[in-house]
């Protein structure tokens, strides 16, 4: 097998370190099955941007000064999976890129072989199911949200990036009360009316890099990774005031980084706190 990967990196010392590693990999066979590295060493954007454009790119990898032309690639190319190799980040800045479609981030100044090569396959693999998922419809048609389908693949890509930053996660199963009784007494327009808006709210509760998700008929799903700037306790004190407001109940789960468990048991414990939270909205 022959991949071609597309190296954005200005700095002239970088870039052969940087084409050194990727000969080691080649010469190494640490892909298993062995493949052939075809390396494009460009060294500004435009460069990047045509080698894009006119060839066929298995892998971009955008080095420090590149990585805020993340989304210029995934337009040009969504077709092609994106690695970050990155000087320093902090884990907000983590969250942001991953959420903007980078596959994965490295430290440059730790890049080696095995790393890489793990980065590299694990990406190009992730971003062919990415796409085989949004090309099997993977979008709520009422909402315009992430179905179960689409929240799975990318609460899962969550929950990894969670344990690897070393911070907790929040995950949340959300449901619009009453929504069987305005379907009896108003018909199924209006309880789809009430979906539509109870989508829109959790939208607005939730800050632009947080996932949501309508995960089923009567429910939506909500995933939010903590950093630096606000504690888990302090978003879930905001989106229970907020939820209660809007006549929303919740359930939520905490994902602990020293004791990681799967996403179907987060959904589990989730499902299991809104119980007493319907049974206690009964009259």
Request: charged residues 25%; contains cysteine; hydrophobic residues 45%.
């Amino acid at each position: 097998m022959k991949i071609c990967v597309v190296l954005v990196e200005s700095n002239q010392e970088d870039a052969s370190f940087l084409k050194e590693v990727l000969s080691e990999i080649e010469a190494g066979r640490y892909w298993k099955p062995f493949v052939s590295i075809q390396t494009v060493h460009v060294a500004d954007w435009p460069d990047a941007a045509a080698a894009l454009v006119n060839g066929r790119v298995d892998l971009l990898l955008l080095t420090g000064d590149f990585a805020d032309q993340l989304r210029r690639a995934q337009a040009i190319a969504p077709q092609v999976p994106v690695i970050l190799l990155i000087d320093s980040i902090d884990d907000l800045d983590a969250v942001r890129l991953m959420r903007d479609g980078a596959q994965d981030f490295l430290l440059k100044r730790s890049v080696d072989c095995a790393p890489l090569v793990h980065a590299m396959r694990n990406a190009i693999e992730r971003h062919r199911l990415l796409t085989s998922a949004r090309a099997g419809a993977s979008l709520d048609s009422l909402t315009g949200l992430p179905n179960r389908s689409g929240f799975t693949t990318l609460a899962e890509r969550d929950r990894k990036l969670a344990e690897r930053l070393g911070r907790r996660m929040m995950l949340w199963i959300a449901q619009p009360r009453n929504l069987e009784e305005i379907a009896s007494a108003f018909g199924d327009q209006r309880r789809d009316l009430a979906l539509v808006e109870a989508a829109d709210h959790l939208r607005v509760m939730l800050g632009p890099t947080d996932l949501v998700a309508r995960i089923s008929c009567d429910s939506f799903g909500l995933a939010t990774i903590e950093t630096n700037l606000e504690s888990l306790e302090s978003v879930w004190a905001r989106f229970h005031r907020a939820s209660d407001a809007q006549r929303i109940r919740i359930g939520a789960a905490m994902f602990q980084p020293d004791r990681p468990v799967s996403l179907d048991t987060l959904l589990e414990q989730a499902a299991a706190d809104l119980v007493p939270s319907a049974l206690a909205a009964r009259p």
